[in-house]
Structures are given as structure tokens and as C-alpha cells.
């Protein structure tokens, strides 16, 4: 059972930073290639950021693009997704989640391609 738990949500003015992280409960964290997506109120949930198994790889929506940084860290089965500048259009819920790709290792943006998802961290951004 592959568990997925974020934290690091929060309330944070429009120009600040956040730290979000994702712990996965996984044998081998390097078969993942991992995701960040979000839900703001009323409307769909969209992609945020994605990484290859290894790191080296990474996708970003144009609408975070050279504001946000996702990274991992195999060895400690974990994700995070820095966040800079944020907007409060960038308020949501963010969800992370992970695919296990063995023969898959380039980020995707696809929800369809996510086989486990965690509950979700809220982060508010005010005006």
C-alpha cells in the first residue's frame, strides 16, 4: 500500500514563499515518478510540476514556471515543491502523487498517468 502524506501548507502573503513536502511510504522511491497537482474552489484540478524517477528531468505549468522548483530526494523517499512569488491565484489545494514507471522515467502531466495521490495540503495566499 503506497502511502502519500504532505505537509507544509499554509497561509502565506502574495509575494511570499512556501515549502510544500511529500513523504512516500514506498520500497524503492527511485520507481516513482512524482507529481504536484492542485484544486483551487470551483474548478478542476490541473498540473502543477512533475519529475523523472532520477530528478534530472522536470516539468513545470507555464502559469509557475520560473516561480516554482520541484525536487526529490530518493534517499529519503521524499518531494518538495518550492514555491516563490506566489500569487493568490496560486490558492489550492496541492496534491501530490506518484507513478510507478519502471519503464517510464520522463515527468508527466498527465493525472491519468498517477496511480496514488495524497490527501492534499492546503496553501492560501493573500492579497
Known amino acids: 500500500q503506497v502511502q502519500l502524506v504532505e505537509s507544509g501548507g499554509g497561509l502565506v502573503q502574495a509575494g511570499g514563499s512556501l515549502r510544500l513536502s511529500c513523504a512516500a511510504s514506498?520500497?524503492?522511491?527511485?520507481?516513482?515518478?512524482m507529481g504536484w497537482f492542485r484544486q483551487a474552489p470551483g474548478k478542476e484540478r490541473e498540473f502543477v510540476t512533475a519529475?523523472?524517477?532520477?530528478?534530472?528531468?522536470?516539468k513545470y505549468a507555464d502559469s509557475v514556471k520560473g516561480r516554482f522548483t520541484i525536487s526529490r530526494d530518493n534517499a529519503k523517499n521524499t518531494v518538495s515543491l518550492q514555491m516563490d512569488s506566489l500569487k493568490p491565484e496560486d490558492t489550492a489545494i496541492y496534491y501530490c502523487?506518484?507513478?510507478?514507471?519502471?519503464?517510464?522515467?520522463?515527468?508527466?502531466?498527465?493525472?491519468?498517468?498517477?496511480?496514488?495521490w495524497g490527501q492534499g495540503t492546503q496553501v492560501t495566499v493573500s492579497s
Open positions: 502523487a506518484a507513478d510507478y514507471s519502471y519503464y517510464r522515467s520522463r515527468p508527466s502531466a498527465s493525472m491519468g498517468d498517477y496511480d496514488y
Open positions: 514506498v520500497r524503492t522511491f527511485g520507481d516513482y515518478r
Open positions: 519529475i523523472s524517477r532520477s530528478g534530472t528531468s522536470t
